[in-house]
């Protein structure tokens, strides 16, 4: 563990933890939080990693090299029991999203597209925590969360700088990502066709390849091929759909790996992906109804609402799992005043956002934005501070927020991560930010 230079300005406890106050396992994972300042990501080892990956010498330096934010160099730590204790929240929302009251109010504000389940439970579903004094804080839920691939390369190229590390990678669940990663995409198979395995797998977005998370697609193409699944890496508009078959040019589309933003695919881009969808005639994961269902920003006023939890029969159990997300609550006319007042305590999300796009925090908004809000689909959601990372900037301590994503599929974690910034949302522009394992340590 390297020890920062001293300065004064820089705390080396958790904002408002004051000494012992912490203790055990989780004081130890603080404590390294704010300490360790060893770089464990050996570049070199996932410059090689990627490149065999890719089948391609020049991966590396093409399209991750120039990321120069990407990936940072250390590693955050957690607690085990706060790993569980995530695990029991996300386990908690999928039973809630089995109650009949729950579906009818969620797919009550979505679009018509979102209608339809043919079985498809989403791949790659992503929690987002905040942590710090108390219980992990859910922010938000995605059913297209990117990184994974990426992460699972970087948690592989750790060195262990020291013992604590060294347990946790072991305790890593990274080992076996890759073939959780494609077992998930078959079990979406089945769980639409019954049978068998797709022989073909589309990866979708608008301009893939100049999305800033590219190289995950090239290298979800890679790992596809490896176990012996074509796959494809297509923009939407080039796709066809005719008698009843989705195709990529000659290539017959069995299942598409969807990682577009355009949830409810009603842009006219998109119009061949919708109508394949809509007839069942290619498996889409995840899809608009798994984002109806889970990533409608709106949902959360839903699952924060413990009255009427109970009342559609969630079990006191679930519902008290559930008791520790963010007070949050539609923004209307009727409470825009109220709203307003409370704003310095308050973050306002759009119902459809994504990627931190047009949310605002309460104490940083002007009243010019506020005056288009209230006639918008926003919520408005009880401010939950960021965890702390330090990392060491040309040799100084700087403070970096920390938000943890738990990557999960069927209530199962494939992994963690973190992400490091400096802002009012998560970003790729920060010095000494981006992407980090999280290393849990075990009591």
């Known amino acids: 563990m390297t020890e920062p230079p001293v300065k004064d300005e820089i705390a080396t406890r958790p904002t408002g933890v004051a000494c012992g106050v912490e203790d055990g396992v989780r ?101 987002d925590f905040h942590l710090g004094i108390g219980s992990p804080r859910l922010i938000e839920i995605n059913t297209n969360a990117g990184g994974a691939l990426l992460n699972a390369f970087s948690a592989r190229a750790q060195i262990a700088c020291c013992p604590e590390v060294e347990g946790a990678k072991q305790g890593s669940t990274v080992a076996g990502f890759d073939a959780a990663f494609v077992a998930m995409f078959e079990s979406e198979w089945r769980r639409q066709r019954e049978r068998g395995r797709p022989a073909c797998i589309a990866i979708v977005d608008d301009a893939p390849t100049e999305q800033y998370l590219y190289p995950e697609f090239v290298l979800a193409r890679r790992l596809f091929e490896a176990h012996g699944i074509e796959a494809v890496i297509a923009d939407p508009a080039d796709l066809t759909y005719l008698d009843r078959e989705l195709r990529s040019g000659e290539r017959r589309i069995d299942l598409v790996y969807n990682r577009l933003v355009d949830f409810a695919l009603s842009e006219p881009r998109h119009a061949a992906l919708r109508q394949a969808f809509l007839d069942g005639a290619a498996v889409v994961t995840p899809n608009p109804y798994n984002h109806a269902l889970f990533a409608d920003k709106r949902n959360l006023t839903l699952l924060a609402d413990q009255t009427k939890l109970q009342r559609w029969g969630l079990s006191s159990e679930i519902a008290e799992a559930l008791s520790s997300l963010p007070r949050a609550v539609l923004v209307t006319p009727a409470n825009a005043e109220a709203l307003w007042a409370d704003r310095k305590r308050l973050f306002f999300k759009p119902a459809s956002g994504h990627g931190g796009k047009a949310v605002y925090r309460g104490d940083k908004i002007t009243r010019s934005v506020w005056a288009d809000i209230p006639g918008a689909d926003y919520i408005a959601q009880e401010f939950v501070p960021a965890g702390e990372r330090q990392v060491l900037v040309d040799g100084a301590p700087l403070r970096r927020k920390m938000d943890v994503r738990l990557y999960t599929y069927d209530g199962e974690i494939l992994l963690a991560a973190a992400r490091l910034y400096q802002g009012q949302t998560t970003n790729f522009r920060t010095e000494g930010g981006g992407f980090a394992p999280v290393f849990f340590i075990a009591s």
């Open 27 to 127: 004081g130890l994972a603080a404590d390294l939080n704010q300490r360790c300042f060893c770089i464990t990501l050996d570049r070199d080892a996932l410059a090689i990693a990627m490149r065999d990956a890719a089948g391609d010498t020049a991966f590396y330096e093409t399209h991750v090299a120039s990321r120069q934010h990407l990936f940072s160099n250390v590693p955050v730590f957690l607690a085990d029991n706060e790993r569980l204790a995530m695990l029991t929240i996300v386990r908690a929302i999928e039973e809630t999203a089995r109650l009949p009251a729950y579906k009818d109010a969620a797919l009550a504000w979505a679009p018509d597209s979102s209608r339809s389940d043919f079985g498809p439970m989403g791949a790659m579903m992503g929690y």
